[in-house]
């Protein structure tokens, strides 16, 4: 039982990590999104340096919101794989269960009865 559990969860990690983002040492990160833009440093020298900051300030943003909209969307495909792996395999073994049930009535009316 315990192994047929680890087997399911190596799956699904496998098939996570497959789909979105991954996981490492139990951090999540998205795998498709490149790297996080650095934030820029805001100049203080002169006005010409701080207008330049600005400009790249605005290059940032713009940047950063992509970013941040590609790791939403993969973190949210994560959470809905995630969740549908978990509630199928508590689909099958539910059913598995049941299936025990249903034959071991069976046999009790069966063994009642002679």
Request: net charge neutral.
């Amino acid at each position: 039982m315990i192994r047929r559990m680890l087997c399911t969860a190596t799956i699904i990690l496998t098939a996570v990590s497959g789909t979105a983002g991954t996981i490492n040492n139990g951090t999540w990160s998205p795998s498709d999104c490149g790297a996080e833009p650095a934030p820029p440093v805001v100049e203080q020298s002169s006005v010409d340096a701080y207008n330049q900051s600005i400009k790249a300030i605005n290059e940032w943003q713009q940047k950063a919101n992509a970013y941040n909209t590609c790791l939403i969307n993969e973190a949210n495909k994560d959470n809905a794989h995630i969740a549908k792996t978990a509630n199928d395999e508590q689909g099958r073994f539910h059913a598995l269960i049941e299936k025990i049930k249903s034959d071991t009535d069976n046999a009790k009316a069966k063994l009642d009865r002679h």
